[in-house]
């Protein structure tokens, strides 16, 4: 699996299995067989309501913990200073472990400083490796940089061939901080896996909608984290490191570019 050298030294996957809308025994199962197909790096958050089983699957992999990149992230409703202690400590024992690869703030909301210098202080600490933000746009990364005494690492925001994000692209490899796609797929949104401009790419390497998306998202330097209940699919989505998108699938793929959410519920 390629790794990324984030702006702290540490190294991470470049591709790497999402666990949202995943419950229950489904999502324990699912864990358990994509790290047993080759992912390493697990992403989830407080808000997704299955930590637990998320642990349940790595614990149920038998896999060493030092070998799995473990992501999570701090909902809004525990920001702030002592409040972010204690909803990290809470993930940190639904998952089982003894620390957290990376941890982000989820949401640009509500009492961000101190939610942050809590962050800071876990990672100084030694219970987190690295520290980031998800959904920050430029201006809100400004702001949170006005009183950080550690950069973030990763920015992880809605990205797809509908919605590029350009503007954050361009932002955030100037400030050597990575990007990662949430929801690579846009969640199956606008018919894309029926797309027929994608579907001619992947004719051309013998490879599916899902796979050229994914090579799309690798080939820019961005982190994606595709979700899939189905083990098929699961090892569909690593066999992307076999062939290459040349300059003109690039190029189509930017047309796609609708410059808006698939989520606008999100809002």
């Known amino acids: 699996m390629p790794t990324i050298l984030l702006n702290n030294g540490i190294k991470m996957p470049m591709l790497g299995f999402g666990t949202n809308t995943l419950n229950g025994a489904t999502c324990k ?11 390493r790096l697990i992403d989830t958050a407080n808000i997704y309501g299955n930590e637990e089983f998320v642990g349940a699957g790595i614990k149920q992999s038998g896999i060493n913990r030092d070998e799995l990149f473990i992501t999570s992230k701090l909902w809004v409703d525990d920001y702030g200073y002592e409040n972010a202690k204690k909803g990290f400590e809470t993930s940190l024992n639904k998952l089982g472990v003894e620390y957290l690869d990376l941890y982000l703030l989820h949401r640009p909301r509500g009492d961000v400083k101190g939610a942050w210098k809590a962050l800071e202080e876990l990672h100084l600490e030694g219970k987190i490796r690295a ?3 998800s959904n920050f ?5 400004d702001e949170l940089m006005t009183y950080a005494k550690i950069k973030p690492v990763i920015n992880q925001i809605e990205t797809h061939v509908f919605c590029q994000q350009d503007n954050s692209y361009g932002f955030l490899k100037k400030s050597e ?22 579907a001619d790419i992947g004719k051309k390497y013998s490879k599916s909608v899902a796979q050229v998306c994914l090579r799309w998202h690798f080939q820019r330097g961005v982190i994606a984290i595709p979700r899939s209940s189905q083990k098929i699919h699961m090892i569909e989505n690593l066999n992307i ?5 040349d300059e ?5 793929i930017r047309q796609l570019d609708l410059n808006t959410t698939q989520f606008p519920e999100w809002g």
């Open 177 to 198: 901080v990575q990007m990662e796609a949430w929801s690579p797929f846009a969640a199956g949104r606008n018919n894309i896996f029926t797309n027929q401009t994608l």
């Open 248 to 252: 003109t699938d690039m190029k189509t």
């Open 241 to 245: 490191f076999d062939f290459e998108l």
């Open 137 to 141: 746009e430029p201006n809100q990364f």
């Open 131 to 133: 520290i980031g933000v």
């Open 29 to 39: 199962r699912c864990v358990a067989e994509a790290i047993s197909v080759g992912y």
